[in-house]
């Protein structure tokens, strides 16, 4: 059937909506090719009928991914409008753009033959109520789930052998620098910064408490150094609780390597009924003796 042929005055009595959609920050910022060829979609809906006062473009959820982890405010915005009757027109770039799992798919392709909505593509016009338009989408749905899961494999494949080998890089705790070899690390060229760190471990070692080295810290009118990301400037704040914790409770400060993924450990760790460090550092041990860890 024509695509044309699919369109009534019904649906173009009702709004158009384009639905934009990019996976995260870095792709909207280097990938501004997909971003206009998504915004050009609106002269679609114009050359199919639609005038510009019922074109709704949402783009609120660039930046955003589509695998159902986190929410969406322009898709439950899309789907709200769907469900209300509101569209008679939902067009997006492909079908990975409006979701990635099948459960937001075909809750809008559900939607859509109850309200006698049409769905469109780079390829077509789609009515979810006539059956072989349905397939098609649903197959289309499936694909473009099974490849974020091929994509996923694929980068935690790699991430894993290069953890396997100690020469995944991630960020280093404060007082640390990679060297130019695989997996060297080096201490902060900044002296004030080492010595800083070394004060927490020999503050500890006299004491046993974190909590009276936080004291000694701020009794002293001593600062911290605070660094937000790898390769970030190091800023110098009062010393907290929380940081002089996490310096001692890092494994990378004895010299440790060990990479866990963290959903694993969250779920592993989250089931275990008495929560302290050493619980938490015992199950990390587990994990890694299974072979969850590297």
Known sequence: ??????????????????YLRQSSAAQVENNRESTDRQYALAAKARELGWPDDRII????DLGVSGSGFVARSGFARLTAAVALAHVGLVLG???????????????LIDLGG???????????????????????????GTMSEAELHVLRARLNGGIRNKAARG???????????????????????????????RNVFARFAETGS????????????LTFPLQM???????????SYTAIHHVLTN???AGAYAYIDARHAHAALSVRMNKSDQNDARGLAELRSVGTGR
């Open 1 to 18: 059937m024509n695509e044309r042929a699919k369109i009534t005055a019904s649906h173009l009595s009702r709004q158009a909506i384009v």
């Open 57 to 60: 473009v949402i783009d609120e």
């Open 93 to 107: 770039l492909e079908v990975s753009r409006l979701a990635r799992n099948n459960a937001d798919w075909h809750r």
């Open 114 to 140: 109850l309200t006698d909505t049409l769905i469109g593509d780079a390829d077509g016009i789609y009515h979810p109520a006539l059956f072989n338009d349905r397939l098609l989408l649903g197959l289309k």
């Open 167 to 197: 020469e995944l890089r991630r960020g280093l705790p404060v007082g640390f620098v990679w060297g130019e070899a695989d997996g060297e690390t080096r201490f902060h060229p900044d002296e004030a910064v080492v010595t800083a760190i």
């Open 210 to 221: 974190v909590r009276r080295v936080w004291l000694w810290f701020r009794s002293e009118g």
């Open 229 to 239: 990301h790898q390769g970030a400037e190091i800023r110098w704040v009062e010393a």
């Open 251 to 253: 494994p990378v400060y």
